[in-house]
């Protein structure tokens, strides 16, 4: 996969995650992982084997994470909120991680979404800020 900007990482997992939103499914059902060369085989439940492809985790940021060749502390997620999307427990990524698929999916991927418009927010405002506007 080409490189991404912060902003492109950001986008993109806004763009997955509104789908998640509306439809409730897994993020395998995402009809644009093949633009990434992403592709799904075998069991949900078995997703580090059963997953070939270019993007990281399935996760933009994790790709830019990866491709920034250093740790998640560079994920604009964490420098947002202070805490990982997996940890804690409690955070929306891991409730929706562990929901059945449908209307908790729908509910704690709508939590994420928001947490990543936030997320947007400060890079668009840091963008601003540094061209002076």
């Not at 993109?12 to 995402?30: A, N, V």
């Not at 209307?103 to 928001?114: D, E, I, N, P, V």
Request: proline fraction near 3%.
């Amino acid at each position: 996969m080409r490189d991404l900007t912060e902003k492109e990482a950001v986008d993109l997992t806004i763009e997955l995650w509104s789908f998640l939103k509306e439809t409730g499914k897994e993020k395998e059902d995402w009809d644009r992982w093949e633009e990434f060369g992403v592709k799904f085989s075998g069991d949900v439940d078995e997703r580090e084997d059963e997953i070939d492809g270019e993007v990281w985790c399935t996760c933009f940021l994790c790709e830019f994470k990866k491709q920034q060749d250093t740790d998640c502390d560079v994920c604009p997620y964490p420098k947002m909120f202070g805490d990982f999307c997996f940890y804690p427990e409690q955070a929306p990524y891991m409730k929706w991680y562990d929901a059945e698929v449908g209307r908790w999916k729908k509910y704690w991927a709508g939590k994420f979404l928001a947490q990543m418009l936030k997320v947007k927010g400060g890079i668009d405002n840091a963008t601003s800020k540094s061209k002076g506007n």
